[in-house]
């Protein structure tokens, strides 16, 4: 599949993110998801931006790092098809903790806020299972032995693993 392909649901469907989704909501999410691709060196968006859209990785290399005492620090590689960036910030309205740039030549998918939350209104059914399956990504991310206020509070990046 690349990123002309008209039918994205089937590989949406597989995303954690988007798999209780009925098939009419999934059809309508194929319709408003838009193919990206950039090259290496690409900033997608800086720390403190605000978040205006998801991220779905499809093939490359997306670097997610933050500046701390005036330090860019690594956070995470995101490598695999299927990985999510910005599902958090969607909700809860922040800016977005991290800067993210292309590693590697990069293909993705772009969902924009206003079309989440469009999904969101229409399908009220899917904000127990999004409220789950995010909490689950904030369980399975928080590290080990550390106070939940301070995992919240560090917690930058969700991932949705693809099934097969």
């Given at each position: 599949?690349?990123?002309?392909?008209?039918?994205?649901?089937?590989?949406?469907?597989?995303?954690?993110?988007?798999?209780?989704?009925?098939?009419?909501?999934?059809?309508?999410?194929?319709?408003?998801?838009?193919?990206?691709?950039?090259?290496?060196?690409?900033?997608?968006?800086?720390?403190?931006?605000?978040?205006?859209?998801?991220?779905?990785?499809?093939?490359?290399?997306?670097?997610?790092?933050?500046?701390?005492?005036?330090?860019?620090?690594?956070?995470?590689?995101?490598?695999?098809?299927g990985d999510t960036i910005g599902e958090m910030t969607l909700l809860?309205?922040?800016?977005?903790?991290?800067?993210?740039?292309?590693?590697?030549?990069?293909?993705?998918?772009?969902?924009?806020?206003?079309?989440?939350?469009?999904?969101?209104?229409?399908?009220?059914?899917?904000?127990?299972?999004?409220?789950?399956?995010?909490?689950?990504?904030?369980?399975?991310?928080?590290?080990?032995?550390?106070?939940?206020?301070?995992?919240?509070?560090?917690?930058?990046?969700?991932?949705?693993?693809?099934?097969?």
């Open positions: 599949m690349t990123p002309l392909s008209p039918d994205w649901a089937p590989f949406l469907r597989k995303i954690s993110l988007f798999a209780q989704l009925g098939e009419a909501a999934l059809t309508r999410l194929r319709d408003r998801v838009h193919p990206r691709s950039a090259p290496a060196g690409t900033v997608l968006f800086h720390q403190g931006d605000d978040s205006d859209s998801l991220i779905v990785l499809l093939a490359g290399e997306i670097r997610l790092s933050k500046i701390e005492n005036g330090q860019d620090h690594l956070v995470t590689l995101l490598g695999r098809r809860n309205g922040r800016t977005r903790p991290v800067t993210a740039r292309v590693e590697r030549d990069a293909e993705f998918l772009v969902l924009e806020r206003r079309d989440f939350e469009s999904l969101l209104e229409e399908n009220p059914a899917w904000a127990l299972p999004l409220a789950r399956q995010l909490s689950e990504q904030l369980v399975q991310t928080a590290p080990v032995g550390v106070d939940r206020k301070s995992a919240v509070n560090r917690t930058y990046a969700f991932f949705a693993p693809v099934p097969g």
